[in-house]
């Protein structure tokens, strides 16, 4: 639900609890920069003993000050932080910016953070941090907090970035960074460890901000994940990027999982999923963040991928041409009616081709202009790089150049700018990049948001799966089998046996050839312990195997036990299957499968459910996808029968989640158009924790 922070972000009274007489107090410098900062509200400072601080009349308790507070900024000690929550309770304050730190971010802190979030629940007080920075709303003047604003300190300029981070020095070195850089800024928070408030509310109220044009994130993990869809794709509605950096990738090392799928959905792999299904375009480099934000506080993102390079560098627009198509975009040849306007301003030793080559000589910003608008009308192009390295470039030229396009425009690095000029790069309209490679990542990250916006609404969810599965159902093959085929996914024919006898009948009724394969409680990988034996074509090789298996049977002292089932045709083997993520729940994973599934690594993943149209595009994700095609005379693969398994199997995860952990149906064998999928084999691992 949203949270209305009004209070919080414009609040008309504040009080400042641990200012004092000391100079060096934090909370005398986060009450100095509220007042260097010409807050025009009221302002109390708190303190047990003082009648006055920084020439303002102080307040032995927020109890004590004058009624009607909005905000309260805490930096006392951390065990006095609880008590100064009760008495914002008490005097009916909303909200309070906790900069103290010492809480859930340290060992032993835990205890104090949960009682703290226990005082503020009782006491209807709305909380950021503790450990926070503060927040800047620098488009109504409010900066609580330090670091943010402080005196003496260049301010950031008044502009349409907003700025959420979990990282208060994080937060900060992006701050600083737009402020040298020019770039304006609407907000800036530091959430801190988030007991209460978080990056997606504050992602969300960013939306609604009419001053905010782009919002850049850093987090390392996500709280309130169940929002960050819904308020990734208001922000898509709103027109609005969400640009974010996660940090944290190597957590996944730290889940115990059992299953190929459990090992092959990395928590951060999950994240991705997360972010895209919210819209939101994640970067992986500070770098990237601020040629991202920079390009799209021009507003205009690039309706698709084409681009068109304008350049007066041979060299230099091949370059770019290479890394920007190996980055998936396109670089088309200008059609020939294009190149017969694009001949007038191009001498003749140029190219009119894409890149568009004007050469080195006697070509001036007048001529770039007009290719830059002749390419820009032409509707053939989503987006323009332009390189001009020789032309003495002003100010002016810059202003010229971007008129001439309403096309999305990046000027690339032999265009650097003098040095009079850098200062004011920020307010230009043609943000530039210094690589071939930056140009190539902005431009794609920016379709991708594009793409993002474009993309139609999910769709109906998948039809419901009953939620009948026990923790019991992974205990057996039989079990496990018997669950997937109430949900609609029945496996192969496949017969338990106990026997050589039974085993050789099994193989009788099923039809030879079979496979046999042990069946052992809690034995995931079968084929790790010797105990998979395929192709078995008549009743002697059938009991040689099974001898083979009860040998591994015994070493491993369990029941002498096997599935019979009948070798699938040959198609292409690929795993679907689920896993429980800690923050996000049910996810679906479907990649190319077998015994290599988790060598080869070449996964899709959504947070679960989904359905067919999305488990379709999923499988067009794979590095695989071409073999579904009918690669080296091959027959197509029947795609979209493996859709329908990878949309049913999410809706299971999600019906089956407080039971089953994790899911596998490896491999899945694709079949030729019309036939259909089979799944040989499954397994279950059943939840154990009390997530
Ligand atoms: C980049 C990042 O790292 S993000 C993290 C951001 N946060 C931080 O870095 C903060 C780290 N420091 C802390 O957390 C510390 O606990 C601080 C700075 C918040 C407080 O430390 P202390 O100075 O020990 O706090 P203390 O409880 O003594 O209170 C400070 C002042 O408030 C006064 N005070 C104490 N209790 C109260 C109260 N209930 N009401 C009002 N004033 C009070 C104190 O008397 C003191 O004033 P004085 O200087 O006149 O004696």
Known sequence: MTIDLDRLLRPRSIAVVGASQNPTALGTNALATLMSYDYTGDLYPIHPTHAEVKGLRAYPSVRDAP????????????????????????????????????????????ALQADLVEVARRSGVRLVGPNSLGFLNQSDGVAAGFGVGMPGRSRPQTGG????????????????????????VSSFVSTGNEADLTLVDFVEDAIDDPNTKVIVAYAETIRGADRLVEVGRRAARAGKPVIIAKIGATEAGGRAVQSHTGSMAGADLVFDAAFRAAGMVRVHD?????????????????????????????????????????????LAPASEELRAQLKAFVPDFGSVLNPVDLTASGISVEAFASVVKTLSDSGEYDAIVVLMPLLDVSEESIASIAAATTLPILGFSHW????????????????????????????????????????????????????????????????????????????????????????????????????????????IHKSDVGGVHLGLSDTDAVGAAWEAVAAVADGMGVPHRAIVQPMAPSGVEVIVGCTLDLIFGPVVMVGAGGIYAEVVRDVALRLAPINETEALAMVRELNIAPL?????????????????????LSAAAVAWQDSIAEIDLNPVIVLPHGQGVRLVDAALVARVDNR
Do not use: H
């Open 286 to 330: 500070i770098e990237d963040m601020f040629d991202l934000a920079t390009f799209l506080l021009r507003g205009r993102v690039p309706a698709g991928n084409r681009v068109a390079v304008v350049t007066q560098s041979g060299g230099g627009g091949a370059w770019l041409a290479d890394t920007i198509e190996r980055a998936g975009m396109v």
């Open 628 to 648: 579904f095609a009918g690669a080296r005379g091959k027959p197509a693969a029947d795609v979209e029968a493996l859709a329908t398994v990878v949309s049913r």
């Open 161 to 184: 970035l907003a700025i959420v981070s979990q990282s208060g020095g994080m937060g900060l070195s992006i701050l600083n960074r737009a402020t040298l850089s020019g770039l304006g």
């Open 416 to 523: 650097l700018p003098t040095p009079a000029l850098r200062p004011r790069l920020g307010a230009l309209e043609v943000p530039y990049v210094t690589s071939p490679a930056r140009a190539a990542r902005v431009l794609a990250a920016a379709a991708r948001v594009g793409e993002a916006w474009r993309a139609p609404e999910p769709g109906p969810r998948p039809e419901p799966v009953p939620a009948t599965a026990t923790p019991a159902a992974a205990a057996s093959d039989a079990a496990t089998f018997e669950l997937l085929a109430s949900a609609g996914l029945p496996l192969a024919p496949w017969r338990q046996v106990t026997s050589s006898a039974e085993a050789v009948t099994a193989a009788q009724d099923l039809g030879f050839p079979v496979a046999l394969k042990l069946s052992a409680d809690g034995l």
């Open 67 to 110: 009624a009607g507070i909005d905000l309260v900024v805490v930096a006392v000690a951390a065990p006095r932080v609880a008590g100064v929550i009760e008495d914002c309770g008490a005097a009916g304050v909303p909200f309070a910016v906790v900069l103290t730190s010492g809480f859930g971010e340290v060992s032993g802190g835990a």
